[in-house]
T-cell receptor, first 113, second 107 residues
Framework: DAGVIQSPRHEVTEMGQEVTLRCKPI?????LFWYRQTMMRGLELLIY????????DSGMPEDRFSAKMPNASFSTLKIQPSEPRDSAVYFC???????????FGPGTRLTVL | RKEVEQDPGPFNVPEGATVAFNCTYS??????FFWYRQDCRKEPKLLMS???SGNEDGRFTAQLNRASQYISLLIRDSKLSDSATYLC????????FGAGTILRVKS
C-alpha cells in the first residue's frame, strides 16, 4: 500500500512568492495533520483535519498560512507571501483515528531566499 | 514548562550496550504515548505505541510511569543502525512531540 504522498519534495523560492505544498493521505485514514520541523522549534503541529474538516488550526503561525482539504484524498498547505523564516521541512501525516498512530509522508523541504 | 520534554542528548554508546532515555509529560490525563524514530533528513516513523503500562518489541521496551509522568524507551544490544533521533509523542486530541533525543551507536 502507498504511504502518505507529498509534493514537491524540495521547493526553493524567493521571499514574497506563494508556495503550495500538497499531500495525499493513506486511503481510509480519517485524520490528516500538517507539521513543520525546524532545528530551533522541533516538530510543531500546524493544523489537523478530521473527515476533511479543519479541527484545530491553533498552530498555524499567522494569516499567511492556510490549509484546505477539498476531499478525503488531497490537502494543501499554502504560504502567501512566503518569508525566509518559513524555511523548514513540512510534513503531512495521516491516521485512522485519534488518538492513534500517525504515519508521516517524506516531507517537503522548503527554502525561502 | 513544555508539554513533552526530552533530554536532547546525544547519547553516545558502543555497540551491544543497553541505553535508556526518558520523556516527561505535563498533562496527567494523557492516555496514550508513542515513540517515533527519525533518521537524518527522513520522516518520523512509528517505533512503539504505549496505551497502558508498557510495551515490548524485540530489543525495544517502552514503560509508562503515570505517577511520575514519564515514559521511557529502553534499547538492548544496541546496533549501529539504531543511531537516530527518537521522538516521544503524547497522544490526545492532537499528538504533541518532544524535541527528540539523539542516539549514536558506535563500533
Amino acid at each position: 500500500d502507498a504511504g502518505v504522498i507529498q509534493s514537491p519534495r524540495h521547493e526553493v523560492t524567493e521571499m514574497g512568492q506563494e508556495v503550495t505544498l500538497r499531500c495525499k493521505p493513506i486511503s481510509g485514514h480519517d485524520y490528516l495533520f500538517w507539521y513543520r520541523q525546524t532545528m530551533m522549534r522541533g516538530l510543531e503541529l500546524l493544523i489537523y483535519f478530521n473527515n476533511n474538516v479543519p479541527i484545530d488550526d491553533s498552530g498555524m503561525p499567522e494569516d499567511r498560512f492556510s490549509a484546505k482539504m477539498p476531499n478525503a484524498s488531497f490537502s494543501t498547505l499554502k504560504i502567501q507571501p512566503s518569508e525566509p523564516r518559513d524555511s523548514a521541512v513540512y510534513f503531512c501525516a495521516s491516521s485512522l483515528a485519534q488518538p492513534h498512530e500517525q504515519f508521516f509522508g517524506p516531507g517537503t523541504r522548503l527554502t525561502v531566499l | 514548562r513544555k508539554e513533552v520534554e526530552q533530554d536532547p542528548g546525544p547519547f553516545n554508546v558502543p555497540e551491544g550496550a543497553t541505553v535508556a532515555f526518558n520523556c516527561t509529560y505535563s498533562n496527567s490525563a494523557s492516555q496514550s504515548f508513542f515513540w517515533y524514530r527519525q533518521d537524518c533528513r527522513k520522516e518520523p516513523k512509528l517505533l512503539m505505541s504505549v496505551y497502558s503500562s508498557g510495551n515490548e518489541d524485540g530489543r525495544f521496551t517502552a514503560q509508562l510511569n503515570r505517577a511520575s509522568q514519564y515514559i521511557s524507551l529502553l534499547i538492548r544490544d544496541s546496533k549501529l543502525s539504531d543511531s537516530a533521533t527518537y521522538l516521544c509523542g503524547r497522544g490526545g486530541n492532537k499528538l504533541v512531540f518532544g524535541a527528540g533525543t539523539i542516539l549514536r551507536v558506535k563500533s
